[in-house]
């Protein structure tokens, strides 16, 4: 038998092929951009996300900043009043009018706050996050450190200071009112005695002590110098003090029932005396190196405020 072959074309399974590697190639290629499509969306967002962590990094920075520097010029605000206060105190201890020459100081003169916040970070802020030089950037970041440590040692230094000082003075003025009121006493004896005719009028010792515990006292409080130390030390003791040096080899009864006095007085009066210079010498250097620190703190503080940060 003949085979005969019918004249044209078959397109059937050639077209098959042909579709199923166009629809490969559509899937392939609409999955590639699909990813690709996913990839930027995903890159777009992460960087998105990333300016707007990077945005949120930078806000914090100057915020905290700002309260930084904020706390630094408040300090730097109360270190100028307390100098003014150590001025304050420089005279009181030259006013014998006055027995309180304790230094005040400020509340407001507290580092807390400052020393609350992390240092890692403020180190961040102030010496990673600007621009300059690094050896510059540590070295203000470290002065301002320091001086904050210095600013606390001052505060419990001068209250250590004030509390030594009061309570050895408080000793001192015990002392001087116990035995001045003990020579009061002494005058209305002697004035009794005298009455009494127990001592001649023409006695040295007792028209010295009549004229200085009567007529000198009161021109004293007429004056309104009585609570000045200095003052009746000097024109009320002293006197005394001198006729004892001049009779110390007298044996009028008088002469030893004052002298424990006078000389618990004068011991007392130069130990306030001496309490006074100190408290005015260690007052003066305290304001002096606070006022360096200070000038330290704003230095340093101004260097750190004009460099930018690094973006």
């Known amino acids: 038998m003949d085979i005969i072959f019918q004249s044209g074309e078959f397109y059937g399974e050639t077209n098959s092929i042909f579709s199923n590697l166009i629809s490969i190639i559509s899937a392939l290629l609409g999955a590639i951009i699909s990813g690709l499509i996913a990839i930027y969306i995903f890159k777009r967002g992460l960087k998105n996300e990333t300016i707007k962590v990077q945005k949120e990094l930078e806000r914090e920075c100057i915020e905290l900043e700002q309260f930084f520097n904020h706390n630094i010029e408040s300090l730097h605000f109360f270190i100028k009043h307390q100098i003014s206060s150590i001025s304050i105190c420089s005279r009181n201890t030259k006013n014998w009018e006055t027995n309180d020459f304790d230094l005040s100081i400020f509340a407001e003169l507290n580092c807390q706050d400052l020393w609350h916040i992390s240092q890692e970070k403020l180190y961040n802020v102030f010496v990673n996050r600007k621009e300059g030089d690094i050896k510059s950037k540590a070295q203000d970041f470290i002065n301002i450190r320091n001086c904050l440590h210095n600013i606390d040692d001052f505060v419990l230094r001068q209250s250590e200071i004030n ?118 010498k260690k007052a003066l250097l305290a304001g002096r190196k ?22």
């Open 163 to 280: 509390k030594e000082i009061s309570n050895r003075l408080l000793v001192q003025i015990d002392i001087w009112n116990l035995q001045l009121k003990k020579l009061l006493d002494y005058s209305n004896l002697f004035v009794h005695r005298y009455n009494n005719g127990l001592i001649h009028s023409e006695d040295p010792l007792l028209k010295l002590f009549i004229g200085l515990f009567v007529n000198k006292q009161r021109e004293i409080i007429r004056d309104g110098l009585n609570n000045n130390m200095e003052i009746v030390f000097n024109e009320l003791i002293l006197p005394l003090k001198k006729y004892l040096s001049e009779n110390g080899k007298s044996k009028d009864e008088k002469l030893y029932m004052i002298s424990g006095p006078i000389m618990d007085m004068q011991k007392a009066f130069y130990e306030i005396d001496y309490l006074r210079t100190e408290r005015r």
């Open 290 to 311: 606070l006022n360096a620190i200070n000038n330290l703190m704003m230095t340093s503080l101004a260097n750190m405020k004009s460099r930018q940060y690094k973006y």
